[in-house]
């Protein structure tokens, strides 16, 4: 189960942190990925971090959106830096089984999703 949180408002520019909790399961097996969904739109890869710690990153986010993991505590987070009004969005956190990639219908497990928006 992932129990994701930190959503919110944030002014484009600014900072805001999205953590997500993984429980039942051990998360040093497991890769973790970030999705965002839109209105009206598909939902779209923003990041990934693998068991090793390897990072992914969508085109759209990277140099400003940083995906890190706490296997100690089960965790992992999204650190959002300079967004912008096109971040807005409901992001969802979701993690697979030795699996770090793009493709969502390779993650087994979702969290409920936080809505992100981004003032101008």
């Known amino acids: 189960q992932l129990q994701a949180s930190g959503g919110g408002l944030v002014q484009a520019g600014g900072s805001l942190k999205l953590s997500c909790v993984v429980s039942?399961?051990?998360?040093?097996?497991?890769?973790m990925g970030w999705f965002r969904q839109a209105p009206g739109k598909e939902r779209e890869f923003v990041g990934s971090v693998q068991w090793s710690g390897a990072t992914y990153y969508g085109d759209s986010v990277k140099g400003r959106f940083t995906v890190d993991r706490d296997n100690a505590n089960n965790a992992a987070c999204l650190q959002m830096k300079r967004p912008e009004p096109e971040d807005t969005a409901v992001y969802y956190c979701?993690?697979?089984?030795?699996?770090?990639?793009?493709?969502?219908?390779?993650?087994?497990?979702w969290g409920q999703g936080t809505l992100v928006t981004v003032s101008s």
């Open positions: 979701a993690a697979a089984r030795y699996y770090a990639g793009i493709v969502a219908s390779q993650y087994e497990i």
């Open positions: 039942g399961a051990p998360l040093s097996e497991y890769g």
